[in-house]
């Protein structure tokens, strides 16, 4: 092993670690300590290697995000506001995520639907047949009588040391185990509360149900011995 640790490729990876961890030997591969430097425009976060504000996840990279863009752990996503055309393009001012009570307040043409959400609607992109047809971080919500591109819950990600951290978002759950960022829980009586393609796992570990984005999970199945519920993704 380098004297410099390499980010995990997601949040699912992480909390797989911490998980083996906790019911085995602790995994070198894992876990760093004061030892261990972290690589490349990293931070510890906790007991784990994390892009810098502006880096995003790439490979196993933390690579500098453009303009408009935010870091994630699946790369630079558009910031609000924000959108791309397609991908490989840069993010452009958009009319995505757009405040909206009603079809007509969405202005721009690409976003033209006006989805309703526990706070506000907003503006989004109808009649996806995949998340492929999706821009930003959006899935596709094909259970209702018209699909659409879905935004992930708000807060999503958040770094967050407790739940009080997370507390007014829709991810109001604060994972501390591995990856300190705030995630969608409770949605094992209802998987359809979670967006677009996402899975609901239940992890008997954490004692928690936990959406998750569909990349995050491996061929179809929840990490850390996760139980995918049906009806979700």
Known sequence: MSD????????????????????????????????????SHQVLQGDLCACETGY??????????????VGSLTGCDCAVGFARGDAGQPCSASGLGQVCAQDADCTDPSFSY???????????????????????????????????C???????????????????????????????????????TDPSVCPGDWGCCDIALLGQSLCLPAGELDAGQCPAGGTLISGSN
């Open 4 to 39: 410099s640790l390499t980010p995990h490729r997601a949040w699912a990876t992480r909390l797989a670690c911490a998980l083996f961890a906790v019911t085995s030997a602790i995994s070198s591969s894992c876990l760093v300590d004061a030892d261990h430097r972290c690589g």
């Open 56 to 69: 995003g996840l790439t490979g196993n990279q933390c690579l500098a995000c453009g303009a408009n863009e």
């Open 150 to 188: 879905q935004r992930p819950p708000t807060g999503f990600g958040t770094t967050c040391q407790s739940s009080a951290d997370c507390a007014g978002f829709e991810a109001s759950y604060c994972e501390s185990l591995s990856s300190h960022s705030c995630l969608q829980n409770d949605c094992k």
């Open 114 to 148: 006006c989805a309703s959400a526990s706070q506000n609607g907003y503006c989004t992109r109808p009649d996806c047949t995949s998340s492929a047809d999706c821009t930003s971080d959006y899935s596709c919500n094909q259970r209702g009588a018209r699909s659409f």
